[in-house]
């Protein structure tokens, strides 16, 4: 969705009938983008990513069928068979209810903090039948007015896009957010320290590497709500100041990587400095997923794994084939 600010902003200030279209329910499909959307204007022209375009054609026409200079929205019911699935590079077919929705109808606010990289949400509440949808802007940090922006708090908490949909006697709320990434703030550098910000990289976050305890101060101070320590250095002087710093900052995850022996020594560091036990429960050290990492690679692998696990509610997780929930 970020991907569409400008694209939006610029149609929006040419006053081109466009709409926004992102799946309201969905099922089958597989693994796909959790942010995905695009847009479509009553041209046919579509910018943005949605079931590696399966659907573009049926939205171009739905959209050419609509008026997209007032709040009259439409829900499209599509769904794709296995054959299709296979020549769209899908891992298998599915269903979905999307959302056609004009771009007048939404915020300017949404699109300009989207293309600030801020941390949103937006609660999109359908009207009966679904014929019109109207949108509101939802801040990270915000006090939640009702189940709708608890909803959007709650996934804006986990740092990775999501979306969902809330029944109740006022109808269908579609609540989308849509957190700052991750900023992986790794301290000390070397092989391990850029394989993490590649591994990081893929996965669509930030990440820096500083290599001293004043300038961990800054970074992490200037990204608290969305930082992620990773500790590599074994150095005294900075090891444990930044470890404490991050523990009272409260930012999201906190980990140091060492032998169980450097372990031991930054905790009675940590102790020694007035760290409580409960904040000492929130530094992942040995850090990572046991998964036998060995290489620089493999490391990293485990390393940015367990980050994802932490930000997600799911830590401790086990394996899938051992769960019965969904797979989402």
């Known amino acids: 969705m970020r991907e569409l600010a400008e694209t939006a902003r610029r149609w929006v200030a040419e006053g081109r009938v466009a709409f926004l279209a992102r799946p309201v329910t969905e099922s089958g499909f597989g ?11 009553a041209g046919g022209e579509c910018f943005g990513a949605l079931y590696r375009g399966v659907f573009d054609a049926e939205l171009v026409a739905e959209a050419g069928a609509m008026e997209g200079g007032g709040r009259t929205a439409r829900v ?19 269903q979905a209810e999307v959302l056609l929705q004009p771009l007048a109808a939404i915020p300017a606010e949404w699109w300009e ?71 992986v703030v790794i301290g000390g550098g070397g092989e391990l320290a850029e394989v993490i910000e590649r591994q990081a990289e893929l996965l669509g976050w930030e990440a820096v590497t500083v290599d001293n305890a004043v300038d961990a ?4 101070g200037a990204h608290r709500d969305a930082a992620c320590l990773v500790m590599l250095s074994h150095q005294e002087d900075f090891d444990v100041p930044t470890l404490r710093l991050a523990l009272a900052l409260g930012v999201p995850y906190v980990g ?3 032998s169980r022996r450097t372990t031991a020594r930054r905790t ?32 990293a692998l485990a390393i940015c794994a367990e980050i994802l696990g ?18 989402r």
């Open 76 to 94: 499209c019911e599509v769904s794709v068979g296995r054959a299709e699935a296979e020549d769209a590079r899908l891992t298998c077919g599915g």
């Open 310 to 327: 932490v930000l997600g509610g799911k830590e401790g997780a086990g394996l899938l084939r051992d769960s019965n929930g969904p797979l």
């Open 113 to 183: 903090l989207l293309g600030a990289g801020a941390g949103v949400a937006l609660v999109t509440r359908l009207g009966e039948g679904a014929d019109t949808a109207e949108s509101e802007v939802v801040r990270a940090g915000e006090p939640a007015a009702d189940d709708a922006a608890r909803r959007a708090g709650e996934l804006l908490g986990t740092r990775r896009p999501g979306r969902d949909a809330l029944y109740g006697g006022s109808g269908l709320v579609l609540v989308e957010a849509y957190p700052s990434a991750p900023y």
């Open 256 to 258: 140091a990587l060492g």
């Open 31 to 41: 693994p796909r983008d959790p942010a995905g959307a695009v847009l479509v204007d």
């Open 217 to 220: 101060e800054k970074v992490l």
């Open 268 to 299: 009675e560091g940590l102790v020694a400095a007035g760290v409580t036990g409960s904040e000492l429960a929130r530094v992942h050290g040995p850090i990572g997923l046991d998964l036998g990492a060995k290489t620089p690679p493999e490391t």
